[in-house]
Each structure stands twice: as structure tokens, then as C-alpha cells.
């Protein structure tokens, strides 16, 4: 079965109800001095944001290499295929921070933090998405009519799956 190159993005916004599941699973911290304690925390708080962002980046890379392949991108489509990919890069690195925050804070949500959390993260990708748009379209104008015809019909794939997901 072949997935569409951003089949990630759909996963990607599933998985702010999914991170709680595996949220808090730690054993318990020794006692550390002052120093220490201090020094662990902040190296704890960014270990859950680094591990989220690793995850994401290497789905992104996939993703991104998948693309390539089936567009077939040229020489002169490199600049910018490059652009596109950095922007996706950039995009996932702000989505990784947003889950990050959410799973440092999932614990100690209330209902309606819960609701902010996850609109902070419907609104990081309406934001990525913003950055994606235009970078895309010069890409797209630089393809062949081969390249725009299967560029067209995998985005209306992953359209037509994600609609089925999320049907009644």
C-alpha cells in the first residue's frame, strides 16, 4: 500500500490526543542537592521536547525522501525542492515543541487547559501550513506537467483517506 507523502500530518495532530496515553511514565527521581536538581530539571524538561522533535524529524525525513522519489525531482527542481524541505523540517521542529509542551503539562491540565493545548497545536499547524503553501507552489511551478499530474493525484489521495477517517 503506498502512503501519501504528508500522511504524517494527519498522525502528527492525532497524536495530541494519543501523547497522554504514555505521558508520565518515569521512575521516581533520587533526591539531588540544590545544584543538581536544578540542572536535572531543565535537562528533563527538554528531554520529552528533543525526543518528540527526534520522532518528528525522522518521520518528516521519510516523508520528505518518499516525495522526492515519486516526483522525481530534477537538478533544476533542487532549489526549490530544497526550500520545501526545509520549511517541512521547520514546520515539524514548531509541532515537536507544541507536543512537547503538552505532554510536559498533560498531568496537571484541567479540562479546559486541555482545550487550549490542543487548539495552541491546531493553530501551529494552520501556521506551518501558511509557510508550507507558498514554498509549494513555487515547487509545483517548477515541475514537469508528469510531475504536477502525480503531485496532483497523491495530495488528492491523502485527502480522500483522511476524509474516510474521519467520516461517522
Known sequence: MRRH??????????????LPAGVGIQSAPRAATGAEAGAAAAGEAAAPERAVERTMLQRVDRRIADLRSKLHITA????????????????????????????????????????????????????NMERLVPVFQNLYNALSDQQKRTADRLWRSYAERGGRRHKG
Open 5 to 18: 507523502p504528508l500522511a504524517w500530518a494527519a498522525p502528527v495532530l492525532a497524536a495530541a490526543f494519543l
Open 76 to 127: 533544476a527542481e533542487e532549489p526549490q525542492w530544497r526550500q520545501f524541505a526545509d520549511v517541512m523540517r521547520t514546520n515539524a521542529r514548531a509541532m515537536a515543541q507544541k507536543f512537547a509542551e503538552r505532554e510536559q503539562k498533560f498531568r496537571t491540565m484541567n479540562a479546559v487547559e486541555n482545550m487550549q493545548s490542543y487548539a495552541g497545536i491546531a493553530e501551529q499547524h494552520a501556521k
